[in-house]
């Protein structure tokens, strides 16, 4: 008997024991704090490839401005590598009308102007545009993806006010551009900013039209003088005419009307669509994984630039909009120098665009009121982007106010036309 007690008693001070070591090993933990979790970063833009590519063989740094005209790269024109789509057929057309680009520079003609200002803008990324020696550029007009009362006009260049969608609602709100528009009789309004990405204003069709809708509307009651521009897409490409053709239809499903547009509005890049990778991914809407596979390469390529431009104009003329201006309210490069794109590629492809736009016309598809021109205003990015918004196209550093040499080269390709 004395055995068995004394075994469990044995027994009762290693259980008492256990639960000791147990307590203090908490204890300690307590005491000790844990390390500060690691803020996640934001995700990037997936807009640039996250590896860093080798120029192609046999590429070699383009020639700067010549008196001559403008050097344009020359290549063969992609095929439509877009996957097979009942909702996105892939344009009928794919070719680029060029007996209809009137050859070299528009010089000391009516063809610089369109209502009375210079036809290029630019898009201010940091500002304020007053800060910068913008004179040697001549520009036009400017935007910076806001609506503003009261904007600087330096020089009496115009500013372009912007509706935003992101987050599915106005941006600034119905009430607030009313006054905007009140305040500023005449004014351009670009409504969104990339509806079509993700990252930026990123809605779905018939968000798109509701929302348009209601700008429009208060835009027009406030100031009927005003001209507003739909659009917005990143580039257009079929995948992203298939993406207006539903907000069209659901306008009209909303409305009971066609949408109305004084203009269209659409930037022209050259990046790849195909969900989950680098590029312009898929838009809302479509069921598409997969459209245009440009490649790095492709994003200068003038070929494709015009050809989506073309495109445009002739989407505009199916459905009725031949009569309206169209502005290309931003391109550029969006790709650092170390992809393959030093500031001469870049030069290069800025005198080639130029070119294009102040010289291609076509009486099927282009403004009446033109000259038939196919685009009648256009705008680069950027003045002034800092080193973390692709700023391998900026004309100044806004870290020191001081010209690039892209701007460099902008102000002599610009001199030329007023020689």
């Known amino acids: 008997m004395r055995g068995r007690w004394a075994a469990w008693v044995g027994l009762l001070l290693i259980a008492i024991g256990v639960m000791l070591v147990i307590v203090g090993w908490l204890r300690t933990s307590a005491a000790v704090p844990s390390p500060p979790a690691t803020p996640v970063p934001p995700t990037p833009e997936p807009l640039v490839p996250t590896r860093t590519p080798t120029p192609p063989a046999g590429w070699a740094s383009a020639s700067p401005v010549?008196?001559?005209?403008?050097?344009?790269?020359?290549?063969?024109?992609?095929?439509?590598?877009?996957?097979?789509?009942?909702?996105?057929?892939?344009?009928a057309s794919t070719s680029t009308p060029s007996a209809n680009i009137t050859p070299g520079p528009a010089r000391a003609t009516g063809g610089l102007l369109f209502r009375g200002l210079p036809r290029w803008g630019v898009g201010v990324a940091e500002g304020p545009?007053?800060?910068?020696?913008?004179?040697?550029?001549?520009?036009?007009?400017?935007?910076?993806?806001?609506?503003?009362?009261?904007?600087?006009?330096?020089?009496?260049?115009?500013?372009v006010q912007m509706v935003r969608l992101k987050g599915g609602k106005l941006q600034p709100d119905a009430q607030t551009i009313a006054a905007i528009a009140q305040a500023n009789p005449g004014s351009?309004?670009?409504?969104?900013?990339?509806?079509?990405?993700?990252?930026?204003?990123?809605?779905?069709?018939?968000?798109?039209?509701?929302?348009?809708?209601?700008?429009?509307t208060s835009i027009k009651a406030a100031d009927p003088s005003a001209v507003v521009a739909a659009g917005g897409i990143s580039q257009p490409t079929p995948l992203r005419l298939c993406y207006l053709d539903a907000v069209l239809a659901a306008y009209r499903e909303q409305f009971g009307v066609?949408?109305?547009?004084?203009?269209?509005?659409?930037?022209?890049?050259?990046?790849?669509?195909?969900?989950?990778?680098?590029?312009?991914?898929?838009?809302?809407?479509?069921?598409?994984?997969?459209?245009?596979?440009?490649?790095?390469?492709?994003?200068?390529?003038?070929?494709?630039?015009?050809?989506?431009?073309?495109?445009?104009?002739r989407w505009m003329a199916a459905h009725g909009f031949q009569d309206r201006p169209l502005?290309?309210?931003?391109?550029?490069?969006?790709?650092?120098?170390?992809?393959?794109?030093?500031?001469?590629?870049?030069?290069?492809?800025?005198?080639?665009t130029f070119e294009f736009f102040l010289t291609a016309a076509d009486p099927s598809l282009g403004y009446p009121a033109d000259g038939y021109r196919l685009v009648q205003r256009w705008c680069w990015y950027s003045l002034d982007a800092p080193d973390a918004s692709y700023p391998q196209g900026r004309l100044f550093n806004p870290q020191t106010g001081a010209m690039t040499e892209v701007g460099e080269g902008w102000e002599e390709m610009v001199a030329l036309f007023y020689r």
């Not at 344009?72 to 789509?85: D, E, H, R, W």
């Not at 391109?331 to 001469?344: A, L, V």
């Open 66 to 91: 010549a008196e001559a005209g403008f050097p344009a790269p020359a290549g063969p024109v992609p095929q439509n590598t877009a996957s097979p789509s009942a909702t996105c057929p892939p344009a």
């Open 129 to 159: 545009i007053s800060r910068y020696n913008i004179q040697p550029l001549r520009l036009g007009w400017y935007l910076d993806w806001r609506a503003r009362p009261e904007p600087p006009r330096p020089g009496g260049i115009e500013y």
């Open 188 to 216: 351009l309004w670009l409504v969104s900013n990339e509806p079509d990405v993700k990252w930026q204003d990123n809605v779905e069709p018939a968000v798109y039209a509701r929302l348009y809708h209601e700008a429009y």
């Open 258 to 313: 066609e949408m109305p547009a004084d203009a269209w509005h659409v930037h022209n890049f050259i990046l790849r669509e195909e969900r989950g990778s680098w590029g312009v991914d898929i838009p809302l809407g479509p069921p598409d994984d997969r459209g245009m596979l440009y490649e790095i390469d492709d994003c200068d390529n003038l070929e494709i630039f015009r050809r989506q431009v073309w495109d445009f104009r």
């Open 327 to 352: 502005i290309v309210s931003e391109y550029g490069i969006p790709m650092p120098e170390d992809y393959g794109f030093p500031p001469e590629r870049v030069i290069r492809f800025l005198q080639g």
